[in-house]
């Protein structure tokens, strides 16, 4: 089998490229523009999502965040930002603000069947046992998300554990080349995705396709992996198979994802940002405790789609209607499974 080969910019490994590269600073002058315009927004009582750039003007922080987009979509695909003004505005005005910024970088898609296109990760477990991951307080394994960009705006961290970790997945796809062609092959033809109850009405719960976990178009390599909806779907459909091979390939994915010379690994901060493009990096999360009488752990996210937007494969897509998960009236980002990916 002929597998493409990513491009250099990429490839970035933590044990050659410190963390430090591709870190950034929101300049606090430059942001002072829009950060007025988000918080007269706030006193208004407006929604974020329905504000456009006229209402939100950035001002001469476009250079930065033009910079910013570049280097997501064309470069390493990887960035984390500090300096956003979360202890100068209301939680009200950093919605907008944050929304602000990523009308700069793409549009906002649907983050669940409930059509958040702001969305908070924080635990909601005590209400919903069942909660989609980035409602939870569990480890969640190395993924990525269904969107061109994802972006995390951190509120308050959590009282323990909640660290990131983030890898390029084009590195991975050359050390699997390098190592286990076989396993690779597998990856390239891939596997049918659970939907975990987040189909639109029409739509199978399993896809009908096989979704590749590494593909090429137009000679660019994309990477798309959620192995709990491919293990969802074989444990819930007997035409559905995952042999020793299959398994090995997970394996090994995930124990490259984990190696220390390759991913960067840190616990965001109040203030800091991380943006990564879903097609060119995977990202993965420790679980996390919030302790009684400390602020629960809370963070601003986006998914966004690009313009003009990256070419990939259609067997990529596991749900109709992406980028983003499409909104079902009535439903929850909630599904009781018993398979548990560690």
Same mark, same amino acid.
């Given at each position: 089998?002929?597998?493409?080969?990513?491009?250099?910019?990429? *490839?970035?490994?933590?044990?050659?490229?410190?963390?430090?590269?591709?870190?950034?600073?929101? %300049? @606090?002058?430059?942001?002072?523009?829009? =950060?007025?315009?988000?918080?007269?927004?706030?006193?208004?009582?407006?929604?974020?999502?329905?504000?456009?750039?006229?209402?939100?003007?950035?001002?001469?922080?476009?250079?930065?965040?033009?910079?910013?987009?570049?280097?997501?979509?064309?470069? $390493?695909?990887?960035?984390?930002?500090?300096?956003? %003004?979360?202890?100068?505005?209301?939680?009200?005005?950093?919605?907008?603000?944050? &929304?602000?910024?990523?009308?700069?970088?793409?549009?906002?898609?649907?983050?669940?069947?409930?059509?958040?296109?702001?969305?908070?990760?924080?635990?909601?477990?005590?209400?919903?046992?069942? @909660?989609? =991951?980035?409602?939870?307080?569990?480890?969640?394994?190395?993924?990525?998300?269904?969107?061109?960009? *994802?972006?995390?705006?951190?509120?308050? %961290?959590?009282?323990?554990?909640?660290?990131?970790?983030?890898?390029?997945?084009?590195?991975?796809?050359?050390?699997?080349?390098?190592?286990?062609?076989?396993?690779?092959?597998?990856?390239?033809?891939?596997?049918?995705?659970?939907?975990?109850?987040?189909?639109?009405?029409?739509?199978?719960?399993?896809?009908?396709?096989?979704?590749?976990?590494?593909?090429?178009?137009? $000679?660019?390599?994309?990477?798309?992996?959620?192995?709990?909806?491919?293990?969802?779907?074989?444990?819930?459909?007997?035409?559905?198979?995952?042999?020793?091979?299959?398994?090995? =390939?997970?394996?090994?994915?995930?124990?490259?994802?984990?190696?220390?010379?390759?991913?960067?690994?840190?616990?965001?901060?109040?203030?800091?940002?991380?943006?990564?493009?879903?097609?060119?990096?995977?990202?993965?999360?420790?679980?996390?405790?919030?302790?009684?009488?400390?602020?629960?752990?809370?963070? *601003?996210?986006? &998914? *966004?789609?690009?313009?003009?937007?990256?070419?990939?494969? @259609?067997?990529?897509?596991?749900?109709?209607?992406?980028?983003?998960?499409?909104?079902?009236?009535?439903?929850? %980002?909630?599904?009781?499974? $018993?398979?548990?990916?560690?």
């Amino acid at each position: 089998m002929t597998f493409g080969t990513p491009t250099p910019a990429t *490839l970035w490994r933590s044990s050659q490229d410190p963390l430090e590269q591709f870190r950034r600073s929101v %300049p @606090a002058a430059d942001a002072t523009v829009l =950060a007025a315009a988000a918080t007269r927004c706030a006193e208004a009582g407006r929604s974020p999502t329905m504000l456009d750039p006229n209402d939100l003007p950035v001002g001469p922080l476009a250079n930065f965040l033009d910079d910013l987009r570049a280097e997501l979509v064309d470069g $390493s695909g990887f960035a984390l930002v500090d300096g956003f %003004p979360v202890d100068d505005l209301s939680l009200a005005a950093t919605e907008c603000f944050f &929304w602000g910024v990523g009308l700069r970088l793409g549009t906002a898609v649907s983050q669940s069947v409930m059509g958040e296109r702001l969305g908070h990760v924080r635990d909601v477990t005590r209400d919903d046992p069942h @909660a989609r =991951a980035y409602r939870n307080r569990s480890e969640l394994t190395p993924h990525s998300d269904p969107a061109d960009l *994802l972006s995390f705006l951190c509120i308050n %961290p959590s009282s323990s554990g909640g660290v990131s970790r983030f890898v390029s997945s084009a590195t991975i796809h050359e050390e699997l080349r390098e190592a286990r062609p076989d396993l690779l092959e597998r990856l390239y033809r891939g596997y049918r995705y659970h939907r975990l109850g987040e189909n639109r009405p029409g739509s199978k719960p399993i896809t009908e396709h096989r979704v590749p976990v590494f593909s090429v178009c137009e $000679s660019l390599v994309s990477c798309r992996y959620v192995r709990q909806y491919i293990e969802v779907a074989a444990d819930e459909d007997d035409t559905i198979s995952l042999d020793a091979l299959d398994r090995e =390939a997970f394996g090994l994915l995930e124990s490259l994802a984990a190696d220390p010379a390759l991913h960067h690994e840190f616990r965001l901060k109040s203030g800091e940002a991380v943006f990564a493009n879903n097609f060119t990096v995977l990202h993965a999360r420790s679980s996390f405790e919030d302790l009684a009488g400390a602020p629960p752990r809370h963070l *601003l996210r986006l &998914w *966004l789609s690009t313009e003009p937007k990256r070419p990939v494969t @259609a067997d990529i897509l596991h749900f109709d209607g992406e980028p983003g998960v499409p909104a079902v009236q009535g439903r929850m %980002p909630s599904y009781e499974t $018993s398979v548990e990916v560690q």
